[in-house]
């Protein structure tokens, strides 16, 4: 499944506007929150935390391109977290819900952790255009 439009605007909007600057003044707002070299003499206490905000958003929103960006990244990163495997014996329920998911949408893969039951499923991207859907439950 693509991107929507209206994401693709603001990601090229980020990474050529806004980007650029960000990373022009990150090093100095970096120094600035820690009070070091320029900042370290100050007569106000704390006032690199207001440098803070701006560091989390542009950090957020670094690490929500890389993950749009890398999805097979991601994949790799959720299979390894929730030991995710193709499902070799399925209790009929597990079959129900896989026939039904293969029923609506044939492209995605169902993998799954019969250990775990903590999470009960969850679709994650394997690629651009490959998706995978995470079952996770006791098989009886």
Do not use: C
């Not at 957020?60 to 990244?73: K, R, Y």
């Not at 193709?86 to 597990?94: D, I, N, R, T």
């Not at 293969?102 to 952790?113: F, L, R, S, T, Y």
């Amino acid at each position: 499944m693509p991107l929507p439009p209206w994401l693709w605007v603001w990601l090229i909007t980020f990474v050529f506007f806004y980007m650029p600057g960000e990373l022009k003044y990150m090093p100095s707002r970096i120094r600035q929150l820690l009070g070091v070299g320029q900042f370290a003499q100050r007569d106000v206490p704390f006032t690199g935390i207001v440098q803070l905000p701006v560091l989390l958003i542009t950090g957020a929103v670094l690490v929500g391109l890389l993950t749009v960006s890398l999805p097979w990244a991601r994949a790799a990163y959720l299979e390894k977290r929730f030991r995710l495997a193709a499902l070799p014996q399925m209790s009929p329920a597990l079959k129900d819900i896989a026939g039904f998911v293969h029923e609506h949408a044939p492209e995605i893969e169902v993998k799954g952790n019969l250990l775990r039951t903590d999470h009960l499923a969850f679709v994650y991207p394997l690629g651009y255009r490959k998706r995978a859907m995470a079952m996770q439950g006791r098989s009886s």
